[in-house]
């Protein structure tokens, strides 16, 4: 899986509290590689619930009532290592139960397909295609579960509203920014930002820290619920001249 799939379905920097001064260097880095200038706009809804526990009630709700969703996204991948950040855009869609296809529009990053059962993930540079189960990848499971939100949102998360870094950089006046962390140590993460709808309880934007201090930056645009997606569109086909590896 490469470095910015797995990094958005990580994290690693600047949840809790208590930040040393390169932890706060660090986040800095991060929202400048981000373009964070907001010229003054609102970075909150004139009103929110007491507890940051009544939004993912609302997230909940939202995606208990959607059976599939379709939405091209913007995503910044921020490389510690090398100070740098990458953008790239693409086209998502799930459905259902587990199914998910994140097909990037630059040819050169891999695509990945999962069934509920089973996940592909396409390398189109090296003409490879890995594939594995579902049930094994805890990376996908991640994303799956904050996708599609539902009870492993309010089961499985502890959720704060986010600290006033984050809040002005990822919030406006429709949208409320919480910060979510596991009730149980990952490997893979340790926690994400969530920007809500205030009125839908939708997702529309996420961050994920990961483990190795990079981060994932995914903006979800033109979305669209409910409307049918097909389930054999999760059923990858091996494009030919590419070789397939089980994992």
Do not use: C
């Not at 997230?59 to 490389?79: M, R």
């Amino acid at each position: 899986m490469n470095a910015a799939f797995a990094s958005m379905l990580s994290l690693s920097v600047l949840l809790g509290s208590g930040f040393s001064a390169v932890e706060r260097d660090t986040l800095t880095d991060v929202i400048r590689a981000q373009n964070p200038s907001k010229d003054d706009k609102p970075t909150a809804p004139a009103w929110r619930p007491d507890n940051a526990s009544d939004v993912l009630v609302m997230v909940q709700a939202f995606y208990d009532g959607t059976s599939d969703l379709a939405a091209k996204f913007k995503q910044t991948y921020w490389n510690p290592t090398y100070g740098e950040a990458k953008k790239t855009s693409g086209k998502l869609k799930l459905k259902k139960p587990g199914k998910m296809v994140w097909d990037y529009g630059d040819g050169q990053d891999a695509d990945y397909y999962a069934n509920g059962d089973t996940l592909w993930m396409v390398e189109h540079d090296t003409r490879q295609v890995i594939k594995t189960t579902v049930a094994g990848n805890s990376e996908v499971n991640a994303a799956l579960k904050f996708l599609f939100g539902g009870e492993q949102l309010t089961r499985e998360f502890k959720v704060r509203y986010a600290k006033t870094d984050k809040r002005d950089r990822y919030g406006d006046a429709d949208h409320y920014v919480l910060e979510l962390k596991p009730k149980a140590s990952n490997k893979h993460y340790k926690g994400l930002v969530l920007m809500v709808h205030a009125t839908t309880g939708r997702v529309d934007s996420f961050v994920v820290y990961n483990t190795d201090g990079s981060s994932n930056y995914f903006q979800l645009q033109n979305i669209k619920t409910n409307v049918g997606i097909s389930d054999k569109l999760f059923d990858f086909k091996l494009p030919s001249g590419y070789v397939e590896t089980v994992e």
